[in-house]
């Protein structure tokens, strides 16, 4: 019993067939294009390099001060790319949304080159936010611990629900950033008002993203060559493509599809394939009669 049959064919997919929504539609885009993410990932991840080489500095330098000015210096260059590498990456995904074919290295560099000003502010204060974060989880409880003032805990819930706040616009600016030529005033306004009407969907790729990142911490303390092995290649580009499926309808909805009414016009990425000019050929598919396996049998060999 042959595994892949060849003599027959089905009956082909129709033109009109009806669109996949919801879950059907993020396995169908994922799996079509699960190798894809792959090398998405593997190429955003090179812009992690300068904290890898932070960590080596640190590793293998013993001149306090040398280690103070490398890292510093490596550590303005990761705040100052991985914006517009997070742009990159965004675009193939939007692309991907839309069913729209895309080179993965040139649209990505492409995307870092065209954005890298405002991809780069965007980046630098994503940054600040996470050190912030970081530096309130050290600073407040050890605080509020020596003083003895549990008041001193507010700061730093201040600090953890703007930081929420700001993932959540992260799952909108850089698609908008993208897609269309908003100033970064309105991208930052846009974002932040999205935040709040695409809510649901925020928790939702929120919990996604928590879980994803839980699971590579679990591989990080007791699978380490496994999570070296994944890392490369896969959360980041997942978890941006989760975020974009989310978020790029609300985007369509709220402020790609009201420019276009603006002027009278229908947004390309929803208008259909019917056309006013005269077709030469008409799809047939999903009407043509299956082609039947050919019986095997004895025939004249010509020689």
Not at 164 to 186: F, G, Q, R, W
Not at 205 to 210: A, K, L, S, Y
Request: with cysteine.
């Amino acid at each position: 019993m042959a595994l892949f049959d060849y003599e027959s064919a089905g009956s082909g997919i129709s033109k009109n067939a009806p669109k996949k929504k919801g879950l059907k539609l993020f396995f169908d885009i994922f799996f079509r294009k699960f190798w894809q993410l792959f090398e998405v990932n593997f190429l955003y991840s090179l812009f992690f390099l300068p904290l890898l080489l932070i960590i080596t500095a640190i590793s293998v330098l013993e001149n306090y001060t040398l280690i103070l000015i490398i890292s510093v210096f490596l550590l303005l260059v990761f705040t100052i790319v991985i914006g517009p590498a997070t742009a990159g990456m965004t675009k193939i995904m939007r692309c991907y949304m839309i069913e729209k074919h895309t080179f993965i290295v040139r649209d990505f560099f492409r995307t870092f080159r065209r954005n890298f000003k405002k991809a780069s502010i965007i980046g630098f204060l994503d940054c600040l936010i996470i050190f912030s974060v970081f530096a309130s989880f050290r600073v407040y409880p050890a605080m509020a611990s020596h003083y003895n003032m549990p008041i001193l805990y507010a700061p730093m819930t201040l600090t953890l629900s703007i930081a929420l706040i700001v993932m959540m616009m992260n799952y909108y600016i850089y698609i908008m950033l993208v897609a269309t030529n908003l100033s970064l005033k309105n991208l930052i306004k846009n974002s932040f008002v999205l935040t709040f009407i695409g809510l649901k969907k925020n928790i939702i790729t929120f919990v996604v993203t928590c879980v994803t990142l839980y699971l590579m911490f679990l591989l990080f303390n007791y699978l380490m060559p496994l999570f070296m092995i994944i890392l490369p290649f896969f959360p980041a580009a997942f978890l941006c493509f989760v975020s974009c499926f989310n978020s790029y309808p609300l985007i369509q909805k709220y402020v790609i599809n009201p420019y276009y009414t603006s002027r009278g016009e229908i947004n390309p990425e929803l208008a259909g394939d019917d056309s006013d000019e005269e077709t030469i050929f008409e799809d047939k598919g999903g009407e043509e009669k299956p082609i039947e396996k050919r019986k095997k049998g004895k025939g004249k060999r010509i020689s």
